[in-house]
């Protein structure tokens, strides 16, 4: 199965109460051939209006710390744990990231990235661990299932508490490092 023979199923999924209330599956976008795949929890309203992922002010965020490392958004692939916003913008619910993570597994194996990166707790705690917490271990490598895997802030929550954009900009540097060692050792 290729990507969009994913993302084509992946449009029409009903499998969750998530689905009825949706506008557009944020399926993910970015570049397939990347080395590093963003993940977030799950699409927020500008996300789900336009079908992309992080494209409201939390997404310019992103770009501006990707950006300020060297990191250009269109050399990464950005996805999220659940594909459809959840009302109100809340966390999503256990069942309903059970029942979605099937697409971000076998867009993993489609795009095979060597670094993760989980753009907050819900997504770290997901994809590293469930006890993770992402003001003591944000920005720690971790190695699990063939991946790298590092932990960071999520960018709508750098603009609730920008005293920890510092943090994340230091963590987004030891991101840009690692892409360049990565490169490095491979000759």
């Not at 397939?32 to 992309?52: A, C, I, L, N, W």
């Not at 501006?64 to 913008?89: H, S």
């Not at 971790?142 to 963590?171: C, Q, V, Y």
Request: glycine fraction near 10%.
């Amino acid at each position: 199965m290729n990507l969009l023979d994913l993302r084509e199923q992946c449009l029409s999924c009903q499998k969750c109460s998530l689905a009825k209330s949706r506008t557009n599956v944020v399926f993910g976008e970015g570049n397939p051939d990347s080395v590093v795949m963003f993940v977030g929890e799950g699409p927020g309203r500008y996300e789900d209006e336009t079908g992309k992922p992080f494209v409201g002010r939390s997404g310019k965020l992103l770009d501006n710390l990707m950006g300020a490392v060297g990191i250009k958004r269109e050399e990464v692939y950005i996805a999220n744990i659940v594909k459809c916003r959840p009302p109100q913008n809340r966390d999503p619910l256990p069942e309903e990231q059970d029942i979605c993570i099937g697409w971000l597994q076998k867009q993993l194996e489609i795009i095979k990235p060597e670094i993760l990166v989980c753009l907050g707790r819900v997504s770290a705690m997901r994809i590293i661990d469930p006890d993770f917490k992402v003001t003591r271990q944000h920005g720690d490598f971790f190695e699990k299932d063939g991946f790298i895997i590092m932990g960071t802030f999520h960018p709508s929550a750098l603009l609730r508490n920008p005293g920890n954009k510092i943090p994340a900009l230091s963590d987004f540097k030891k991101l840009a490092e690692k892409v360049a060692e990565l490169k490095e050792n491979r000759g």
